[in-house]
């Protein structure tokens, strides 16, 4: 079975960064897609960014476009996501996830996803 474990969640001044880990282990012989998703408490999830691998394609929700960088670093099965110039809205409890199967297009729809990490929360002040 696919696990995933996040960290580098903490607390930052608004304007600050933060880069975020998750480690992908697993039988698993594909994973079309790999993503950053967040929730706040309260709020609804949301995709913040994805990775269609078969492309190389990615994708970043419109909120933090320009501000955050995902990538994957494929020999040490690692995903990432750098977050800067941070902004208290962008508090959230954030879990990596992995797809099986996925549809470029949909990459950042929660729906696509098979599994799902712990979450590492993000906190940042004003």
């Known amino acids: 079975q696919v696990r995933l474990v996040e960290s580098g969640g903490g607390s930052v001044q608004a304007g600050g960064s933060l880069r975020l880990s998750c480690v992908l282990a697993?039988?698993?012989?594909?994973?079309?897609?790999v993503a950053w998703f967040r929730q706040a408490p309260g709020k609804e999830r949301e995709g913040v960014a994805a990775?269609?691998?078969?492309?190389?394609?990615?994708y970043y929700g419109d909120y933090v476009e320009g501000r955050f960088t995902i990538s994957q670093d494929n020999a040490k099965n690692t995903i990432y996501l750098q977050m800067n110039s941070l902004k208290p809205e962008d508090t959230a409890m954030y879990y990596c996830?992995?797809?099986?199967?996925?549809?470029?297009?949909?990459?950042?729809?929660?729906?696509?996803?098979?599994?799902w990490g712990q979450g590492t929360q993000v906190t940042v002040s004003s």
């Open positions: 996830a992995a797809a099986t199967f996925c549809i470029a297009v949909q990459a950042l729809d929660d729906a696509e996803y098979d599994y």
């Open positions: 697993g039988t698993s012989s594909r994973n079309d897609c």
């Open positions: 990775i269609y691998t078969v492309g190389n394609n990615l």
